[in-house]
């Protein structure tokens, strides 16, 4: 298969909300039902331009994105049926050496994750008992 990383753009948000809300809901199931209400509202009334976004795609579809903020990774999400080959490792290689991620936060519920980036070479620096939004889910944050 072929993939490619293009910057995103606003005709890509509809297909974007549709991974995230996918791969949330395959990866974050320690979220309470209203918590992910929450930040589905949230997200869907977010103007992803303020951050440096760049999506992958397949020959047709988006099938993931990274999202950057100066040096922080502030979100990398993939569709669920691409999730275990090697895709998000690219979306993370692609932030680190092109657009110079260095950190990020990583729910510590989320051992996947976090393991995915401990494979990486991230390290985790501080732990907060609540996540940004005030909820109880602990934060791991880390960096190379």
């Known amino acids: 298969m072929n993939y490619h990383i293009e910057p995103y753009t606003e005709k890509d948000r509809a ?11 395959a990866t974050h199931t320690f979220l309470k039902p209203q918590d992910f ?3 589905r509202n949230f997200l869907y009334s977010m103007d992803f331009s303020q951050f440096e976004v760049h999506c992958l795609w397949d020959s047709k579809s988006l ?6 903020d100066g040096a922080k990774i502030e979100m990398l999400f993939l569709h669920p049926d691409y999730i275990g080959q090697g895709l998000g490792k690219r979306l993370l290689q692609f932030a680190c050496s092109s657009l110079n991620a260095t950190c990020v936060d990583v729910n510590e519920q989320n051992k996947n994750a976090y393991e995915f980036y401990l494979n990486f070479g991230f390290k985790t620096f501080e732990r907060t008992e609540k996540d940004d939004l005030g909820k109880d889910y602990p934060i791991l944050r880390m960096k190379l």
Do not use: T
């Open 15 to 25: 297909d974007l909300l549709i991974v995230w809300e996918k791969s949330v809901l």
């Open 37 to 39: 209400e929450e930040i």
């Open 63 to 68: 099938i993931g994105f990274i999202g950057i």
